[in-house]
């Protein structure tokens, strides 16, 4: 099967694969080869594969939605992260949502700021008129 994983601004990952395991809203799924066309709505959750050559890869990734067509698997999440192990990859996991959380963060802090100045302006037209 050809696996493409398509995260918002990059290809993370377009590989020949034998067998994928991921997790849906009702539950684990494992797709080998031959099996029907498929869609699936996956949850946040550890994503695994097998290479074509019997080396399995894991992934920690974020709400997504896969799609099997023929011999063609595509996913598309927000975010994912690579990890060779658990352990590196429960470290890698960790760093990125903290420095998602302080962009976050910073993106809210702006929007308020935004917020604050539309009503401020809206107040000040009210009492010129």
């Known amino acids: 099967m050809n696996l493409k994983i398509l995260l918002p601004s990059e290809v993370l990952l377009q590989k020949e694969v034998g067998k994928i395991v991921a997790e849906a809203e009702n539950g684990s799924f494992c797709l080998l080869p031959h099996h029907v066309d498929f869609t699936a709505?996956?949850?946040?959750?550890?994503?695994?594969?097998?290479?074509?050559?019997?080396?399995?890869?894991?992934?920690?990734?974020?709400?997504?939605?896969?799609?099997?067509k023929w011999i063609d698997v595509?996913?598309?999440?927000?975010?994912?992260?690579?990890?060779?192990?658990?352990?590196?990859?429960?470290?890698?996991?960790?760093?990125?949502?903290?420095?998602?959380?302080?962009?976050?963060?910073?993106a809210r802090t702006a929007a308020a700021k935004?917020?604050?100045?539309?009503?401020?302006?809206?107040?000040e037209l009210r009492d010129r008129g």
Request: charge should be negative; charged fraction near 30%; aromatic fraction near 6%.
């Open 41 to 68: 709505s996956l949850v946040p959750s550890l994503f695994t594969f097998t290479a074509e050559d019997g080396q399995e890869e894991i992934l920690a990734m974020d709400r997504g939605v896969l799609v099997k």
């Open 74 to 106: 595509l996913v598309s999440t927000r975010s994912a992260v690579r990890g060779l192990d658990l352990g590196s990859l429960k470290e890698m996991v960790e760093q990125t949502f903290q420095a998602l959380d302080e962009r976050e963060k910073v």
């Open 114 to 123: 935004l917020e604050a100045d539309i009503v401020r302006r809206f107040m």
